[in-house]
C-alpha cells in the first residue's frame, strides 16, 4: 500500500481488525443498516478479492460461501473461491455445483478506472447489469442483493430494472466512502424470481 493508504484511518482500522482491506468495514456498515444476510444463508460474492467481504460473511452466517474474482485469492477459512469472469459460463457451472441454493449475491467488483468519470461509469454500470443478470439467473426466490455502484447518468435504469426483480429496493451512501466519490450501494430485498409470490414473508424475505 502506498503512504495515502497508510495514511487512511479506515484503512489502519481494518487492519488493525485483523481484516485484508478497509472494505470490510463498509460492509459491516452497510449491513448494520441492512441487515439482509441470514445466519444460515449461501452467500455469493461477486468481485470478492483481496476477500475482506468473505471474512465478514464468515462472521454472519454458517452457510455456504463463494467468492468469485478475475485475480487469486487468499484462502479465508470456511469458504470457497473461484479464480475467473463471473459472466463466463464455466464459471457459472462451477457456482452451480457448489451452490444448489443461493441466497444472497453480494457485489462489490467495479471496473479499472481510466479517469473519465462518464467513461467509468458507464462501464461500471455495464458490469451492475452482468450481476443482476446472474442474480436473476441464480438467486433464490426471496433472496437479497447488495451491489456498489456509481451515480450517472445510466444509474437510474439500473435501479428501475432492479425494482422490477425485487419487492424493496433501495440506496445507502456509506459514511466510509471517500469524500467526493460517486459511489453508491443498492440493497435490493426479496427477489421476486420466476415462480409464485411467497406466502408468509416481508420484504426482508422473513417468513
Same mark, same amino acid.
Given at each position: 500500500?502506498?503512504?495515502?493508504?497508510?495514511?487512511?484511518?479506515?484503512?489502519?482500522?481494518?487492519?488493525?481488525?485483523?481484516?485484508?482491506?478497509?472494505?470490510?468495514? &463498509?460492509?459491516?456498515?452497510?449491513?448494520?443498516?441492512? !441487515?439482509?444476510? #441470514?445466519?444460515?444463508?449461501?452467500?455469493?460474492?461477486?468481485?470478492?478479492?483481496?476477500?475482506?467481504?468473505?471474512?465478514?460473511? #464468515?462472521?454472519?452466517?454458517?452457510?455456504?460461501?463463494?467468492?468469485?474474482?478475475?485475480? !487469486?485469492?487468499?484462502?479465508?477459512?470456511?469458504? &470457497?473461491? %473461484?479464480?475467473?469472469?463471473?459472466?463466463? !459460463?464455466?464459471?457459472?457451472?462451477? %457456482?452451480?455445483? %457448489?451452490?444448489?441454493?443461493?441466497?444472497?449475491?453480494?457485489?462489490?467488483?467495479?471496473? #479499472?478506472?481510466?479517469?473519465?468519470?462518464?467513461?467509468?461509469?458507464?462501464?461500471?454500470?455495464?458490469?451492475?447489469?452482468?450481476?443482476?443478470?446472474?442474480?436473476?439467473?441464480?438467486?433464490?426466490?426471496?433472496?437479497?442483493?447488495?451491489?456498489?455502484?456509481?451515480?450517472?447518468?445510466?444509474?437510474?435504469?439500473?435501479?428501475?430494472?432492479?425494482?422490477?426483480?425485487?419487492?424493496?429496493?433501495?440506496?445507502?451512501?456509506?459514511?466510509?466512502?471517500? &469524500?467526493?466519490?460517486?459511489?453508491?450501494?443498492?440493497?435490493? &430485498?426479496?427477489?421476486?424470481?420466476?415462480?409464485?409470490?411467497?406466502?408468509?414473508?416481508?420484504?426482508?424475505?422473513?417468513?
Amino acid at each position: 500500500m502506498g503512504s495515502q493508504w497508510s495514511r487512511d484511518k479506515t484503512y489502519l482500522q481494518a487492519k488493525q481488525a485483523g481484516y485484508r482491506s478497509r472494505a470490510a468495514l &463498509k460492509l459491516k456498515e452497510i449491513l448494520k443498516n441492512n !441487515p439482509v444476510i #441470514r445466519s444460515d444463508d449461501n452467500i455469493l460474492d461477486l468481485g470478492a478479492a483481496p476477500g475482506s467481504w468473505l471474512q465478514v460473511i #464468515r462472521e454472519i452466517t454458517s452457510g455456504v460461501i463463494v467468492g468469485v474474482d478475475l485475480n !487469486p485469492i487468499t484462502p479465508v477459512e470456511g469458504t &470457497k473461491t %473461484i479464480t475467473g469472469d463471473f459472466t463466463s !459460463p464455466l464459471v457459472i457451472a462451477q %457456482i452451480k455445483e %457448489i451452490m444448489p441454493e443461493i441466497n444472497g449475491i453480494l457485489c462489490d467488483a467495479s471496473p #479499472r478506472l481510466s479517469g473519465s468519470r462518464s467513461y467509468d461509469q458507464a462501464r461500471a454500470i455495464d458490469l451492475n447489469v452482468q450481476a443482476l443478470k446472474i442474480a436473476e439467473s441464480l438467486l433464490k426466490q426471496g433472496g437479497n442483493l447488495i451491489m456498489k455502484s456509481f451515480q450517472g447518468e445510466d444509474f437510474s435504469s439500473l435501479y428501475n430494472r432492479i425494482k422490477q426483480d425485487f419487492y424493496s429496493v433501495r440506496t445507502y451512501q456509506a459514511k466510509t466512502t471517500r &469524500k467526493g466519490s460517486t459511489e453508491i450501494y443498492i440493497i435490493a &430485498k426479496n427477489f421476486i424470481g420466476n415462480g409464485p409470490d411467497l406466502p408468509g414473508e416481508d420484504e426482508n424475505g422473513h417468513a
